[in-house]
């Protein structure tokens, strides 16, 4: 979905001086939902305006927060379908990150209580982020190294995004173009859900990354599924209602357990 006019978006001006675009709602929440861009449909979207994906479902958790973040690096370049959160000069992550962090603060929302959704290069974009603010992650059908994806996806970026190449980027930068070492680099994997089929093009990849965090000193106490769903083949997501109840769970899972007291409270009261 693009915003059209008279849908009035935010504009966050982050520390690093990069802008970020966001759609927000639902302020009596305590828990949140934070909905990254996948690519645009080539001839479908309006160009002039930042691209809100799924909007449509925010209304699919209301007892949550929903924020839907635009791609910056989209604005302004009309080519490329998709830009996987790359910036030539910025960490688009971690701004993204500062924009959530804040959001959740203002509204007293722990990050523990922040989960980010995404397919495709919208799932890379939510790996990498909950990484940044030690949330949670429900990805489909993500790409987990960028160099890896399609080469023609790649030459648009490094034309129009990057004006240089991935090569150069992920030699200063490898955390920008490749989820594993985004949670190498802060030093956080997070708990995340990957959901997937064995005919995705980067199936091989997430196999591989769910390996390295199940071997690595850094998994402790997170949750790192790769979910194989039959509902789906090849680079293709999830029906609505499978999706928004995936994320649910998530939402369901980052929530703290009530203490035995409470619950022993509880069961006196009822016996009254």
Known sequence: MTTPPHLPYTTRSTSSGLDI???SMNDQADGMVVLMSNALVPGREDRR????HRWSWAESWPNSHVLSV???ALRGTPVPDGAWYLDAQHDTIHAIAETVGAEAERRGIPLHRVVYYGSSLGGFGALCAAAVTRSHAVAEVPQIDFQRWFPGAVRKVEEHVLHGSVAELRAAHPERVDV???FRHEGHIPSFSIV????DRSFQDQLGLVTAVRDHELYRRTQADLVI???TSGHQVLPKEVATRVVQEALDRSRPPESSSTSDTDEDDGGR
């Open 70 to 72: 635009a791609d910056p």
């Open 196 to 199: 997937t089929n064995e005919l």
């Open 21 to 23: 675009d966001y759609l």
């Open 49 to 52: 305006f930042p691209a809100f």
């Open 180 to 182: 594993w070492e985004r």
């Open 229 to 231: 769903s039959a509902l």
